[in-house]
């Protein structure tokens, strides 16, 4: 999906992951990496669960019907075998919703909306929620400033109830201003995505905890929340890029202090966090963004921990959806039966 260039290193990164799975383009075809553990695996570990952050015989930390997936995770196995093969592994592993990357699958054919929404549903999967481009400089491209009614056009044939970007507001640059500028943009998404009956979404990255060039007390994570309306802009946090940016940005350019913690900004205002990106990592202070990125249960973030804080708030434990996601995993099969497994695994503290 199209993205604007940044300097930024992971901004690049983010423009050609997003890249590999658009719309318009098919997904470029990657080798297989090896067969997948077989799916009895899952089953028995996540029965078992002898090791790992709050496993036990609590309650499962993990609701009932809303384990999903990024489909960016198993873009190798889309782009070669199609969504069929994937849709089938995937329910054996225990998921329940895929979140969209792009519609295509590559050397698999064509496939229309329909019948992709028919088979998601075949194999217990509901279609959650999509990523698509937030702007670009073609007015063709298929992105929400570009193509808006097209974009939601899809999204409803999907039968999905929530649609997003996971660009940053980065279009009119990093002053307050400019994030006002595209609040302004978010919230006509918004309001024309809830006339369907969808909410429009916003995922993050590490650079939006960074702050305003004009003000640099002011974190633009916090501009985008001000300025943008609660009933029609919505935000899936990427708990990996929420912690990086918390090892990047605890401290404003001048070196004071400038600590925050995620998960607060969810216990503050959950209602505005319906999607969640799971993804692990193990803390690295030599990396850039403090954290390599791992398969969910072999870093350091303490899922137990987070998604309970949030299901136990009143009235919220079905409220949030929870997408497993690894931007490269070494093997994605592997990494979605594991992700799995160990979520499931999860049990609250008695």
């Known amino acids: 999906m199209s993205r604007t260039s940044q300097p930024d290193p992971e901004l690049t990164h983010r423009l050609t992951r997003r890249g590999m799975l658009g719309v318009a383009a098919g997904a470029t075809a990657a080798a297989l990496l090896g067969a997948a553990a077989s799916p009895a695996g899952a089953a028995t570990d996540a029965a078992t669960g002898t090791t790992g952050h709050g496993r036990g015989r609590g309650r499962p930390v993990l609701p009932p019907g809303r384990l999903g997936i990024q489909l960016y995770s198993l873009r190798d196995k889309v782009s070669t075998l199609g969504f069929a093969p994937v849709f089938a592994e995937l329910e054996k592993?225990?998921?329940?919703?895929?979140?969209?990357?792009?519609?295509?699958?590559?050397?698999?054919?064509?496939?229309?909306?329909?019948?992709?929404?028919?088979?998601?549903r075949d194999h217990g999967l509901n279609p959650i929620g999509s990523h698509v481009g937030y702007y670009s400089d073609d007015p063709n491209a298929y992105t929400f400033a570009q193509n808006l009614t097209k974009v939601l056009d899809d999204a409803q044939a999907l039968g999905l109830k929530h649609i997003g970007t996971a660009s940053g507001p980065f279009r009119y640059g990093s002053t307050v201003d400019a994030?006002?500028?595209?609040?302004?943009?978010?919230?006509?998404?918004?309001?024309?995505?809830?006339?369907?009956?969808?909410?429009?979404?916003?995922?993050?990255?590490?650079?939006?905890?960074?702050?305003?060039?004009?003000?640099?007390?002011?974190?633009?994570?916090?501009?985008?929340?001000?300025?943008?309306?609660?009933?029609?802009?919505?935000?899936?946090m990427d708990i990996f890029w929420a912690y990086s940016g918390q090892f990047r940005f605890s401290k404003r350019p001048d070196g004071t202090p400038a600590p925050f913690e995620p998960l607060n900004y969810v216990l503050r205002q959950p209602h505005r966090y319906p999607l969640f990106h799971v993804k692990d990592g193990v803390s690295d202070p030599s990396n850039t963004y403090g954290y390599r990125m791992t398969d969910v249960g072999d870093g350091d973030i303490d899922y137990q921990k987070f998604i309970s804080a949030v299901t136990r708030l009143r009235g919220e434990r079905l409220a949030h959806h929870w997408q497993a996601e690894h931007d490269q995993p070494t093997e994605s099969f592997t990494f979605a039966r594991r992700s799995s497994a160990h979520l499931h695994s999860l049990r609250e503290k008695c």
């Not at 592993?93 to 028919?118: K, N």
């Not at 006509?188 to 590490?206: D, E, L, V, W």
């Not at 633009?220 to 309306?229: A, K, M, N, P, S």
């Open 179 to 236: 994030w006002k500028r595209a609040a302004e943009e978010f919230n006509t998404y918004g309001a024309a995505a809830k006339a369907r009956g969808m909410k429009f979404y916003q995922h993050n990255h590490s650079e939006e905890f960074s702050f305003a060039t004009d003000n640099p007390k002011v974190r633009l994570y916090d501009v985008l929340l001000r300025e943008t309306d609660p009933d029609l802009v919505f935000l899936e």
């Open 93 to 120: 592993y225990g998921y329940d919703e895929v979140e969209f990357a792009g519609y295509t699958q590559g050397s698999a054919g064509p496939i229309t909306l329909a019948q992709l929404r028919r088979l998601a």
